[in-house]
Every structure is written in structure tokens, then in C-alpha cells.
């Protein structure tokens, strides 16, 4: 069984949520309950916590982009469960980050957002990126390049230019 995506509606506080599993008994051919059942002792065995199993801490980054400017975003994904998580993990569950603009009076003609290969990024589809494994209880940091209008052009010619070399091949000295 697979659930689907879950697609937050924005920036909030993650889900977390006490519950409690009440105890009652009854004898249905007297309709009778049984009073005072549940003690002090059941009910705290029945309540449990309900919430996500992965966290992710605020984007940090420069708070304010001049023409020619560059930053590096950066955030962190934390797994509080204590099984590993992801589609190659053994629980297969998978887990994606995904970072957008949210209500923001900026658009694309004022910041570029790029992915891995130096590919632009429209704010409003954002970046989806797919975390393969999360080990238990375990923090992976997660950094993502953004830039100024003015800089995107030479950014992107100047990561198409280092993109050509093959992964892995040494650069030769001139």
C-alpha cells in the first residue's frame, strides 16, 4: 500500500499530535458498562504521539540578494523515527524535500532558483529532491544555489562550462 504525497499548504509547524486510546468495557446482553474501568494507569498506556516521522529545520541563507549576488540555501532533514527511511531504505518510504516560493512578492525575473545540474528552476513549480536513504535518527543537511536576476547568466554559463567534464575526470593543468 502506498500513501500518497503529502503537500503542505505552507510553512507551518509540523504535525504533532497527542492522542489517547480509551478503555471501556461492557456486558451487551444487560447494557451495562462497567464503571470506572479505566484508571489512571490504562490511560496512560493508551496515549500515543501522532507525527511525521521527518523534520525539517528553517532555510537559512542571505536575507537580502544585490544584483551580481549569489547564496547557497541551506537546510537540514532530520529523521526522528528509528528506522531508516527512503526508497532504498528498508522500509521503503520514501521521502521528498520540496522548496518553493510561497506568497513572496519576488518572481523569477528577480531570483533564479537552480537544481544539481545548474538547470533553472521556476519559484512557483519549486525544487523537488528525492533523499534515497535517512538513516535512523539521523540529520542530513541539504544545500541548494539560488541567485540574484543580473547573476543567473553568468552562473548558469559558468556551471554549463564546469558541467561538460565528465564525472570523476581529472582537470589538466595549463
Known sequence: MRIGDYRPYGPEAALECAEVIRHRASV?????????????????LGQFLIRFPVRASGVEGLNALAPNEASRLR???QNISTRALGAQSPSERVVRVRLFARQSELGDEHVA????QAERVPLAQGLCREISVLGATSTRPQRIASCGRSACAGARSRSARRSTRPQGAASTPR
Open 113 to 116: 532558483l537552480f537544481d544539481e
Open 28 to 44: 451487551p446482553a444487560v447494557c451495562r458498562d462497567f464503571l470506572s474501568y479505566e484508571s489512571a494507569a490504562t490511560q496512560k
Open 75 to 77: 537546510f537540514s532533514v
